[in-house]
């Protein structure tokens, strides 16, 4: 954006191993300057997400505003991005679907809360419904003979999974959206946080820490390349499903009952139709 300029750092630039008049000589010279003024740097606006790689970016707004931002498509790092790059936490189910489906073989649904049967006024539904749900065959890759014993008996054949999804966690809403997993999630075998961004530098630590004590564990889904998505934190597993949460939210929301009825159908049928799954199928 700025090439006089960066034209000018190259060449008062010494401490580099490749040509000074090389885009690498000027990327490699603000890596180092990030990793001594780091600190510094985090006083003067230079923010940095978690993960691998780590991103560095100038943001004006506090905590607090970048939620606001990520949340309508707007603030400083994305008046910087082209507008096809602008993401909606709706954009966000279908690539988990996509990437649940791909790296562990299960299969998705979305959970609406606008189709709750009841209200609890504005924001209510949030500590109640799950962004997504899924299914995972435990027998998917078993001998077919291992498949009918273990429907004849009362070995559990399934885990439940269920997901909260945003934008954006950072230190300013680091354990609302943690505890809103956590109440989404405690009728689950295995619960997760999910997020396109974890930015500040105590985030993650923040976020270990939580997991520790209460076992939801951290997805980082990358929409540029689904296959990069991790998780960063793996999920504690409950060993039963909590039913009578899970009758509550049934009771109180349709998408939840269709849900259901596809786990019940597959303990009566031990088949996993790719028809009746929102996310990472073709329905053709």
Known sequence: ?????????????????VPIDTPEALLQQIVAEIGSQREALSKRNIKSTEGRPRKFYFSSLTDEAEVVASESG??????????????????????LGQYLREEFGIQSMRIDERRARNTRGRGGNM???????????????????????????AQRRAKLWSF??????NAANVRETYFQAVSNSTWANVGYLVAKDI?????????????????IGVIKI???NIVESEILIPSVERPDVDWET????AEENEDFVNYVKLVRQFYQTGELRA?????GWDKK
Not at 127 to 149: M, N, Q, S, T
Not at 246 to 249: E, G, K, L, Q
């Open 127 to 153: 500590w109640l419904f799950p962004d997504v749900v899924a299914i995972e065959d435990l027998g998917a890759r078993w001998h077919r003979e291992v498949k009918d014993c273990i429907r004849e008996s």
């Open 164 to 169: 909260e999804v945003k934008l954006l966690i």
């Open 275 to 279: 028809r009746d799954w929102d996310y």
């Open 246 to 249: 899970a009758n509550r939210i």
């Open 222 to 224: 990358d929409p540029k």
């Open 74 to 95: 707007g603030g400083d790092a994305a008046s910087l991005l082209p507008q096809k790059e602008y993401l909606s936490e709706q954009d966000l189910y279908p690539l």
């Open 1 to 17: 954006m700025y090439p006089d300029e960066c034209a000018e750092k190259m060449k008062r630039s010494r401490a580099v191993a």
């Open 199 to 215: 930015s500040g530098n105590a985030t993650m630590k923040e976020l270990r820490v939580l997991s520790g004590l209460h076992g």
